[in-house]
């Protein structure tokens, strides 16, 4: 996993709120809300990234651990590929 790229998988209308990203994906009438952290992700995203890279960024505006960081954005990235967000581009 930690060689692995992930990428978005769709393409969403986005509004954001705050910090917050609301996105719908009108081909499957679903909407999604990401909070702050995983808005983060979401545009970290637009273009392939390692989660080692994501959570360099991350580690270096929150307040977070990059153990725990590695951990969460992980289970996060697993949720957006159930959700049919995102995909996984295994290491060559």
């Not at 990401?34 to 992700?41: G, K, L, Y």
């Not at 995203?45 to 505006?61: F, G, N, T």
């Not at 969460?72 to 995102?86: A, N, P, R, T, Y």
């Amino acid at each position: 996993m930690t060689g692995s790229l992930y990428v978005r998988s769709t393409t969403l209308l986005e509004a954001e709120i705050d910090e917050d990203i609301v996105g719908l994906d009108r081909d499957r009438g679903e909407v999604f809300g990401f909070n702050q952290v995983a808005s983060e992700v979401w545009r970290l995203i637009k273009q392939p990234q390692k989660v080692a890279d994501l959570c360099a960024e991350l580690v270096a505006r929150y307040d977070v651990e990059p153990a725990r960081c590695e951990a969460e954005i992980g289970q996060l990235l697993d949720q957006m590929i159930d959700l049919k967000l995102v995909k996984r581009i295994p290491e060559a």
